[in-house]
């Protein structure tokens, strides 16, 4: 069946992290996601806007993309 349009689905599995953060950085998080609802008419609470964010994040980093289509793991 490998001549299906659709590829194989990636792991979706979801994996749990725990971090410690300072509260400020707390403080804007959800200083953030209250713009994020005053814009979207939504609530999400932070620990759902977070990975969205490093997803972000991370498609945003040019030298990050710049590496990872060298093959290599920026130091």
């Not at 994040?57 to 030298?63: A, G, K």
Request: charged fraction near 25%.
């Amino acid at each position: 069946m490998a001549d299906l349009k659709l590829p194989r689905l990636p792991d979706r599995t979801p994996v749990k992290l725990t971090v410690t953060m300072l509260p400020e950085l707390h403080q804007r998080l959800g200083d953030y996601a209250a713009a994020y609802a005053n814009a979207y008419g939504v609530q999400e609470p932070i620990a759902e806007l977070i990975p969205a964010m490093l997803n972000a994040f991370l498609d945003s980093d040019r030298e990050f993309a710049k590496a990872k289509r060298g093959g290599a793991t920026p130091a």
